[in-house]
């Protein structure tokens, strides 16, 4: 995956590490709108083998609760500050067109010795 870093550099890619979608709502309202970037990549490092991780299925839930929050953010700041409103709606059509990618890495590395 790191590999296409280099070969994608507008790329955006997310380590993803809470459950709560502000972090993540933030870093893509300052970039999205004003640049480049063809995908966003949200990035979980897994860190056990065992069946309780389901990193998968949070990712998805991560990604859908962005987008409820940008929505969400869009309608309660029209009146208020319109500047964000835009912002948030520019943001959100963005990621609907480009997408968003879910991806789950293995953090754990065997050493042999």
């Known amino acids: ?5 280099k070969q ?9 590490t809470s459950e709560r979608p502000d ?7 300052l970039l999205l709108p004003d640049s480049h970037i063809s995908a966003v990549h949200l990035v979980a490092i897994k860190e056990h083998e065992y069946a309780g991780e389901q990193l998968e ?12 929050r940008l929505e969400d953010l869009s309608r309660r ?3 208020e500050n319109p500047y964000w409103s835009a912002r948030y709606t520019a943001t959100l ?10 991806d789950v890495i293995n953090g754990r590395t065997s050493t042999t010795g």
Not at 8 to 16: A, G, K, M, N, S
Not at 57 to 68: K, P, V
């Open 1 to 5: 995956m790191f590999n296409a870093v």
């Open 8 to 16: 994608h550099p507008d790329e955006l890619y997310i380590f993803v």
């Open 23 to 29: 972090p993540y709502v933030n870093v893509l309202a």
């Open 57 to 68: 299925g949070r990712l998805g839930s991560i990604t859908s609760r962005i987008h409820d």
């Open 77 to 79: 700041c029209a009146q």
């Open 93 to 102: 059509n963005k990621l609907d067109s480009i997408g968003t990618r879910n």
